[in-house]
């Protein structure tokens, strides 16, 4: 699975930014996408997950309330909409993911294949 993330940029405090994840090579039923942020100095940390089949959805407890994810129904893209975003957000954001079958948690590490990732920066 090959995937791409995008829809990154500067943005100020208390703005919105729209992220996506596209997949290439196979759609997205049967998995688990996963959106994870790693700020400067920080490990990568998880942020957002969402299971295909059934469409439950899973948030990291500093963006519960702001963010949500969500798919198309052309099960090739995820969207993570991220709303009243705070300085603390800014960090380069993956997309990832892993078979449901292969599912263990929400870890970085449980998630098999990854995207390059797109910059979010937002301004005080």
């Known amino acids: 699975v090959q995937l791409q993330a995008f829809g990154g940029g500067l943005v100020q405090a208390g703005g919105s930014l729209r992220l996506s994840c596209a997949a290439s090579?196979?759609?997205?039923?049967?998995?688990?996408i996963g959106w994870f942020r790693q700020a400067p100095g920080k490990e990568r940390e998880f942020v957002s997950a969402?299971?295909?089949?059934?469409?439950?959805?899973y948030y990291a407890d500093s963006v519960k309330g702001r963010f949500t994810v969500s798919g198309d129904t052309g099960l090739t893209t995820v969207h993570l909409q991220m709303n009243s975003l705070k300085p603390e957000d800014t960090a380069i954001y993956y997309c990832a993911v892993v078979p449901e079958g292969d599912y263990n948690s929400c870890a970085a590490d449980d998630f098999d294949y990854w995207g390059q990732g797109t910059l979010v920066t937002v301004s005080s």
């Open positions: 090579g196979r759609t997205f039923g049967n998995y688990y």
């Open positions: 969402i299971r295909w089949s059934g469409g439950s959805t």
